[in-house]
């Protein structure tokens, strides 16, 4: 399962943050998920509360935001927000030659520790 080893990967790096800082427990996560980055929020937040177990990111709360899908036109040019991150194409012209600029990152913006 992806999100397995990106809840894994997020609480891996809270847990390392939180530690340099000399804190010794972490209450909340938030992150910044690109609507294209393929993460399902659903599983994620599931594999959240599975890899955050025995660890002092226990109680921890996992946050985050949709950032929405935004690229540009090969064909005419047109920067554009998308929808649907599946079948990503010009809103202005229709075409396929719609290249990405942001959507797919996943961001931590910000680790709740005391
Ligand atoms: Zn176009």
Redesign the pocket.
Known sequence: MHELSIAHNIIEIAISECKKAGYSKINSISIRIGRASGVMTDALLFAFDIAKKDSIAENAVLKYEETPVKGR?R??G?DSTVDDTIFVC?P??G?YQFELLSGRELDIIEIDVE
């Open positions: 036109c064909e005419c047109t010009c202005s012209c075409s």
